[in-house]
């Protein structure tokens, strides 16, 4: 069965400072899809990223940066310089190619607040 | 514009009360879900469905109904709502490539009083 770990159900820092959220999984597939999504303080849920098992690389996007580490089973996000709106919970979910885009296990999620 | 409507946003009703939330999406997916959210627990699936006529039970199933009869609409049916269904529901759609992000509803926050 498949399992993601979100440790830290809350993070606050000042504007400016760089903060990680950690996301750990568990699976017995070989080939996996990594997600992260965002949810504002509105309530919706916003995609952020999406990685394959089979693609290591860090990815970067803006302030945003995603350590994807399969010998830890980890997909971790940094978000560097933070602001006040990236105020959010953000969740990291896992889906298998067995049941693809049909099944997502989600994360408890993160609370991440950005003070001014 | 893509996107997943579910109806209503909010909900209060009371125990045993028959209710049913509305969810439509435009994108043509075969996957369509439902999630509900709670605090410290994250997402989990209720049920989902892989295509017309075809639905399984996800991970919290107990309580709840679905149908799929056309490929755009899948309704969240509550039979008779208990106070521990009180949550916060989303419904989600999505190609069957895995590889793809799952496209969600803006919620519909319900209270079973």
């Known amino acids: 069965a498949q399992k993601v770990t979100q440790a830290q159900t809350e993070i606050s820092v000042v504007e400016k400072e760089d903060v990680t959220l950690d996301c750990v999984y568990e699976?017995?597939?070989?080939?996996?899809?990594l997600f992260w999504y965002k949810q504002p303080p509105s309530g919706e849920l916003v995609f952020l990223i999406r990685?394959?098992?089979?693609?290591?690389q860090n990815e970067i996007s803006g302030r945003y940066s995603w350590n994807f580490q399969k010998s830890t089973s980890s997909f971790n996000f940094t978000i560097t310089a933070s602001q006040v709106v990236d105020s959010a919970v953000y969740f990291c979910?896992?889906?298998?190619?067995?049941?693809?885009?049909?099944?997502?296990?989600f994360g408890e999620g993160t609370q991440l607040t950005v003070n001014p | 514009e893509a996107q997943v409507t579910q109806n209503p946003r909010y909900l209060i009703t009371v125990t045993g009360k028959k209710l049913t939330v509305t969810c439509s999406q435009n994108?043509?997916?075969?996957?369509m879900s439902w999630y509900r959210q709670d605090p410290g627990l994250g997402l989990r699936q209720i049920y989902y469905?892989?295509?017309?006529?075809?639905?399984d039970k996800g991970d919290v199933p107990e309580g709840y109904k679905v149908s799929r009869k056309e490929k755009r609409n899948f309704p969240l049916i509550l039979e008779s709502p208990s106070p521990n269904q009180t949550s916060l529901y989303f419904c989600?759609?999505?190609?069957?490539?895995?590889?793809?992000?799952?496209?969600f509803g803006q919620g519909t926050r319900l209270t079973v009083v």
């Open positions: 989600a759609s999505s190609s069957p490539r895995g590889n793809t992000e799952a496209f």
């Open positions: 994108m043509n997916h075969e996957y």
């Open positions: 979910a896992l889906s298998e190619e067995e049941t693809s885009g049909s099944r997502l296990t």
């Open positions: 469905s892989m295509n017309v006529e075809v639905t």
């Open positions: 699976t017995r597939d070989t080939t996996y899809y």
């Open positions: 990685r394959n098992s089979f693609d290591e």
